[in-house]
């Protein structure tokens, strides 16, 4: 599930805004379509609102309202109380289990805001690169909080220090950092460099950060007592197993996918044959069931059908294997042979 929920001037409301969740639902698809009736509405509207509808598409089932409560409870501890300080959390989990959508979704519910101070960005959501360096880390931080002006005088170290004080300025509460372990580690400098830009952040002690990525991220933390002893704690996000009742949850979620396609018809994708084979290819991951059903949506789109058929999964999941798999999904090696 791709969620578009990029942060920018243009998403700054008045900071008296009421409910997060007006904010935060147009950019995404969240709700089935009730009736026969309202999928047939939704199957004639225009195929780039249909294909939004594809992209956009979010399901709020067992492993999202998970990994939503991680976030939920580093950032706001206290139910109607203040928000984190000085403290870091992770999400941690396989690549592909949707980590990155609860983080773009729960950034959404909080978009910036402004008041007669100034601009408010309460939770800045970023994502780490490969061998990430300081500098490329302090201006993701500046383009996440529209720093519109940008300078490199005073040199290298005052840019980045700048583009961390920022945080500041702008309120930040919560800085959730995505793909985290590439601050840390495969670096020629053993992550020292971004360590102290993280420790840093935590030790205004002014908000909390999320550390979202791979389980080793906590070996690392667990190797340097200044991360481990501000409030470290950290929860692994797992992926629905192949036992029975994670199966039951599999195919129900593949269900709630199918409500909220928008097609005239449902597809059938809790069908036990295509869930079956759906599982086996994305190993109950989020994230592959969506590289598959997102592209065959698509091949259903341009080709007029009233609902994906597993001849479009079929296809779409022949170009996708991996070499060795030889699993026959969906019938394939029968109809290429």
């Known amino acids: 599930m ?22 935060a639902e147009p950019r995404f698809h969240t709700e089935a379509f009730a009736t026969d ?12 609102r249909r294909q939004w509808m594809i992209d956009n598409l979010i399901v709020k089932y067992t492993v999202f309202n998970t990994g939503f409560e991680m ?11 203040d928000h984190g300080r000085g403290t870091v959390g992770a999400m941690l ?29 309460s939770v800045v959501h970023m994502t780490a690169s490969i061998r990430m360096t300081q500098t490329e880390f302090a201006h993701e931080l500046n383009r996440l909080t529209a720093c519109r002006h940008t300078s490199m005088k005073g040199g290298v170290g005052a840019y980045v220090n700048n583009a961390l004080l920022r945080l500041l300025r702008v309120r930040t509460q919560f800085l959730v950092i995505d793909d985290a372990q590439y601050l840390f580690y495969d670096r020629p400098d053993n992550g020292a460099a971004m360590f102290k830009l993280v420790k840093t952040i935590v030790d205004y002690n002014a908000l909390a950060v999320m550390l979202v990525g791979e389980e080793r991220i906590s070996d690392y933390v667990h190797s340097i007592d200044a991360f481990e002893n501000r409030g470290y704690n950290a929860d692994v996000l797992q992926s629905l197993g192949a036992g029975k009742s994670d199966m039951q949850r599999f195919s129900a979620l593949l269900g709630s996918i199918d409500k909220r396609l928008p097609f005239a018809n449902l597809s059938g994708l809790d069908d036990e044959y295509i869930a079956e084979h759906l599982y086996r290819y994305s190993k109950g991951q989020i994230g592959r069931v969506m590289n598959i059903i997102k592209p065959a949506a698509y091949l259903a789109l341009n080709n007029g059908s009233s609902r994906i ?10 170009s996708r294997l991996k070499k060795g798999d030889d699993f026959d999904y969906f019938g394939y090696m029968r109809h290429a042979a």
Do not use: M, Q, W
């Open 309 to 318: 058929l597993v001849e479009h999964l079929r296809k779409v999941i022949a």
């Open 71 to 81: 976030l939920r409870s580093n950032h706001l501890p206290v139910e109607d109380g």
């Open 93 to 121: 989990g396989a690549s592909r289990t949707g980590k990155s959508a609860i983080c773009r979704y729960y950034s959404a519910l909080h978009p910036a805001t402004y008041d007669d101070e100034g601009e408010i960005f």
């Open 2 to 23: 791709n969620i578009v929920a990029k942060t920018s001037a243009s998403h700054i409301a008045p900071a008296n805004s009421t409910s997060p969740l007006p904010a």
């Open 37 to 48: 009736n309202d999928r047939i509405a939704a199957s004639e509207l225009p195929k780039v």
